[in-house]
Nanobody
Framework: QVPLVESGGGSVQAGGSLRLSCAVS????????MGWFRQAPGKEREGVAV?????????YYGDSVKGRFTVSLDNDKNTVYLQMNSVKPEDTATYYC??????????????????WGQGTQVTVSS
C-alpha cells in the first residue's frame, strides 16, 4: 500500500496557480518531516519544499521555488499541501510527496526520504 497519495496535478498556463495535496493513507511510522520533490524527464530529482510537523512547523524551500511556492500542513486532515503560484514552464515535472523522521534542523529537501507517494504530473505551458 502506498502510504502517501498525491492529487491536484494538471495543466496550467505560465503565471497561473495550482495546489497539490498529499494525504497520508498508510503507515509512515513516526515521520515528522514531510514535503515535496519533483523530477522532470531526463533530470535529477529536485527538492521543492518540506515542512517540519512538530512544534513550530519550520519550512524549507528549494532556491528555484522560493517566493512562489508555499508548503503547509493540516494536521486534522493528515494532509500536506503545496500551493504553487506564478508557475513557470520549468516547473513542469512529476511531483512526489515524501515523509521521513528527522530532527527539526535536518528537515530539508535533500537526502533520502523513507516514504513516498506515486506522484502527480504538473505541466506548465508558456
Amino acid at each position: 500500500q502506498v502510504p502517501l497519495v498525491e492529487s491536484g496535478g494538471g495543466s496550467v498556463q505560465a503565471g497561473g496557480s495550482l495546489r497539490l495535496s498529499c494525504a497520508v493513507s498508510g503507515n509512515i511510522g513516526s515521520s515528522n518531516c514531510m514535503g515535496w520533490f519533483r523530477q522532470a524527464p531526463g533530470k535529477e530529482r529536485e527538492g521543492v519544499a518540506v515542512i517540519y510537523t512538530g512544534d513550530g512547523g519550520r519550512t524549507y524551500y528549494g532556491d528555484s521555488v522560493k517566493g512562489r511556492f508555499t508548503v503547509s500542513l493540516d494536521n486534522d486532515k493528515n494532509t500536506v499541501y503545496l500551493q504553487m503560484n506564478s508557475v513557470k514552464p520549468e516547473d513542469t515535472a512529476t511531483y512526489y510527496c515524501a515523509a521521513d523522521r528527522r530532527g527539526e534542523s535536518s528537515c530539508v529537501p535533500y537526502g533520502e526520504y523513507k516514504y513516498w507517494g506515486q506522484g502527480t504530473q504538473v505541466t506548465v505551458s508558456s
